[in-house]
């Protein structure tokens, strides 16, 4: 069975702070694709970056980029100079080649003026 | 972008009714959609994978004949709740992605489902 799962329920930090988000899979297999995804108040699912299991470069998009540790299945979401629209809550995504998306309970991120 | 439309937003229906959400996938084909489930402060739950042209493939636990979904086309699925009871009142989005393998999902805006 392929899992997902986020450590941390909530979690606040100060504007222009860096702040990291964790995030645990496990699947056996080898082909798969990794995503982080926002869901701000408003509810939209707003995809923040992806990582493609068989890259060893870690995936960036501007102030956000992870840490892909496929040994350890480990992919962390670190956001850099952190501001108030990024309060949202944030869920990591695992993909297969069953096509179906798993997420974790997602974290939430508030970020303090 | 690709980009999903989703309608309506919001509905709110007296106990018993039908109630029918569309989700469309604006410039792409979508050979497969997806409907989630949302509880406050939860992650999305998926009820149905919907395939184009087949039957829908439900999750467990979720009743086929309460929940119906349609994929008559490679730009549209409709999800149908039938005789809705307050129960069944929560956040329904959908996703669709191209054919391409790891391409990401993308979502509908979602739909308020409220009972009375």
């Known amino acids: 069975a392929q899992t997902v799962t986020q450590s941390q329920p909530e979690m606040s930090v100060q504007e222009a702070e860096t702040v990291t988000l964790s995030c645990t899979y496990d699947t056996s297999e080898s082909n798969y694709y990794l995503f982080w995804y926002k869901q701000p108040p408003s509810r939209q699912m707003i995809l923040v970056i992806r990582?493609?299991?068989?890259?060893?470069q870690n995936a960036t998009e501007n102030r956000f980029s992870v840490n892909f540790q496929k040994a350890a299945k480990s992919f962390s979401l670190k956001i850099s100079d952190s501001q108030l629209g990024d309060t949202a809550m944030y869920f990591c995504a695992l993909t297969t080649r069953d096509d179906k998306i798993i997420f974790g309970k997602g974290t939430r991120l508030h970020i303090l003026p | 972008g690709a980009v999903v439309s989703q309608h309506p937003s919001w509905v709110i229906c007296k106990s018993g009714t039908s109630v029918k959400i569309e989700c469309r996938s604006l410039?792409?084909?979508?050979?497969?959609m997806f409907w989630y489930r949302q509880f406050p402060k939860q992650s999305l739950m998926l009820m149905a994978t919907?395939?184009?042209?087949?039957?829908?493939?439900?999750e467990q636990g979720v009743e086929k004949d309460k929940f119906l979904i349609n994929h008559a086309s490679l730009t549209l699925s409709t999800l149908t709740v039938t005789s809705a009871h307050p129960e069944d009142s929560s956040f329904y989005i959908c996703?669709?992605?191209?054919?391409?393998?790891?391409?990401?999902?993308?979502f509908g805006d979602g739909t308020r489902l409220s009972i009375l």
């Open positions: 990582q493609e299991a068989y890259k060893q």
């Open positions: 919907s395939n184009e042209g087949s039957k829908a493939t439900y």
């Open positions: 996703s669709a992605r191209n054919r391409v393998f790891g391409q990401p999902q993308h």
């Open positions: 410039d792409f084909q979508a050979t497969t």
